[in-house]
């Protein structure tokens, strides 16, 4: 009897388990926008820092990062407890957050001068009055701000994906994506940083391969630093725009349907199957996102309007 106990334990166990792991490879899936530009952006934090100061700097960070999440992590399990009815509004805001801040990055791009912001940064940077130990906690400080926005966004986006499990599984499985999360997301940026290094470090030796090796990471470090912010920013399109077109389910149903109509065109249809929802979703979120920028922007005159009246 203590056997069968023991093994109808184990075995809850087991499907306890699995759900927490099907779960958060849900949930991984739907943050996937967020981890992106996460990782764009903390990469982008460390501009400017000496090089031997670059590793303490994400060291620093990705512990400000784990503190944002054993605030942010109970916080969901109350709300989730609690107030279960706040999931989905709180979803639908990290959405249009999402597509705000993609939309703002490319009015950013086009409406000021990144050239200019770049050489500012360089001249500060050489002026032997700065206070170095000053910039590197600004640098540190503001990244982990930064954290605490992007970490919200998947703490709120998992929390959603697991709302109605037990609360078991809902502490299982936000506790292993915010520590897989953080350890990824700073892992991989501590990867981009010294990626240059490596690479000036193998041009250095006498082996041709080596050289060609180090040569071709010297190349590929500043693409990878782009592409990971034009990827992170397509994706924020993509999973906003997708969660706020599922919170409106006549836009959910229309989006589906246009799936289904895609893939019952000849040739074509299976490939179209798969684009046409995501593409969808990524419009509605430039949409949203802009629809966002023009009120917050709006707004923001305004206030400042009244304040100089």
């Known amino acids: 009897m203590a056997g069968s106990s023991l093994f109808t334990l184990i075995d809850d166990i087991a499907s306890v388990l699995d759900d927490v792991a099907l779960m958060s490879k849900v949930a991984a899936k739907k943050t996937a926008g967020v981890l992106g530009d996460d990782l764009a952006l903390n990469a982008q934090q460390v501009t400017g820092v000496s090089a031997d100061r670059e590793l303490p700097v994400v060291w620093a960070v990705a512990k ?19 107030a279960p009815w706040a999931v989905i509004p709180l979803l639908m805001l990290g959405g249009a957050f999402l597509c705000f801040e993609g939309f ?11 050239a200019a912001e770049h050489e500012e940064l360089r001249h500060a940077l050489s002026d032997p009055q700065i206070d170095l130990l000053a910039f590197e906690k600004d640098k540190i400080g503001g990244a ?19 709302a109605g499990e037990p ?29 240059d290094d490596a690479g000036l470090y193998l041009s250095r030796k006498a082996s041709s391969l080596l050289r060609g090796l180090g040569n071709l990471l010297l190349s590929a470090a500043p693409w990878l630093m782009k592409s990971l912010s034009v990827i992170g920013t397509a994706a ?9 077109t599922h919170g409106i389910p006549a836009a959910h149903h229309l989006i589906e349907q246009l799936a289904a109509s895609a893939a019952g065109l000849p040739a074509l249809g299976a490939v179209l199957s ?10 509605a979120g430039i949409v949203a996102g802009a629809l966002v920028l023009a009120v917050v922007t709006g707004a923001s005159l305004g206030w400042r309007a009244l304040k100089g009246a």
């Not at 942010?72 to 989730?80: C, D, E, F, N, T």
């Not at 703002?104 to 990144?114: F, Q, T």
Request: charged share 10%; aromatic share 8%; glycine share 10%.
């Open 104 to 114: 703002e990055k490319l009015a950013h791009k086009y409406l000021h001068d990144s």
């Open 144 to 162: 982990i701000r930064t954290d605490f926005i992007l970490s919200a966004e998947i703490i709120v986006i998992t929390l959603g994906t697991v």
């Open 167 to 195: 609360f078991i599984k809902q502490l299982s499985v936000l506790a292993l994506i915010a520590v897989v999360m953080t350890i990824g997301v700073y892992g991989l940026v501590a990867g981009i940083v010294k990626l």
């Open 274 to 283: 798969v684009l046409t929802a995501p593409l969808l979703n990524g419009l």
């Open 236 to 244: 924020m399109f993509m999973v906003g725009g997708g969660i706020l």
């Open 64 to 82: 400000g990062s784990f503190k944002n999440k054993l605030i942010l992590v109970p916080a969901a399990l109350l709300i989730g407890t609690f």
